[in-house]
């Protein structure tokens, strides 16, 4: 009872948003804001970073608030969607590189191997990125961002508005082809 009750009400605070009302969104902050930087810290894992983040998360429900259909999505999974969205915005503007399968897995340098090693570690890395690039966009995708970046497949599901079990399934299927791929006998 008490969740449908927050829930009528985030719905009513974001259709005042859409219509403009300022005080609308200083109610959203103290209905929703501990919730939504949690969910910032949890994915950034950085605080200073989740608070910057956090600071450019309430304009953009501001300005995205009229697209919010409450028939069709319940009004704290469409704040906590928009959450993920700009968490992984960071994170991929972090990276440097666009979109999450355009990252090329990396290594740290390490002293102690041989310039021999260090050149054979350099060509198994190229071989795990081409092999990763063969792979259907959507399934690297979902796969760079479960191995790098350690979402859940709850964050993916949300992220690409799928079942978690198909978003499972394609994580599997595609880790499947990769393993494959580089080892040259399937799983």
């Not at 609308?24 to 910057?52: C, F, I, P, W």
């Not at 796969?143 to 499972?168: E, F, I, M």
Request: hydrophobic share 40%; charged share 30%; net charge negative.
């Amino acid at each position: 009872m008490e969740n449908q009750v927050l829930e009528c009400a985030t719905t009513e605070v974001l259709k005042r948003i859409a219509g403009r009302d300022k005080n609308g969104l200083r109610e959203l902050h103290e209905m929703h804001g501990n919730k939504l930087y949690t969910e910032l810290v949890r994915l950034l894992e950085d605080r200073s970073q989740a608070k910057l983040a956090y600071l450019e998360l309430m304009p953009r429900i501001w300005r995205e608030a009229a697209n919010f259909e409450p028939g069709s999505e319940d009004a704290l999974d469409w704040l906590i969607r928009r959450t993920r969205y700009l968490a992984i915005a960071r994170l991929k503007e972090q990276s440097g590189d666009q979109p999450f399968f355009g990252r090329n897995i990396a290594w740290e340098p390490d002293r102690d191997l041989s310039q021999q090693e260090q050149e054979l570690r350099h060509h198994q890395v190229g071989r795990i990125n081409l092999a990763i690039r063969s792979l259907p966009v959507e399934a690297a995708e979902m796969l760079v961002a479960k191995l790098v970046y350690n979402l859940t497949l709850d964050d993916l599901g949300s992220l690409y508005n799928r079942p978690v079990q198909a978003v499972g399934s394609m994580v599997r299927d595609a880790g499947s082809a990769l393993r494959t791929q580089l080892l040259g006998v399937p799983c």
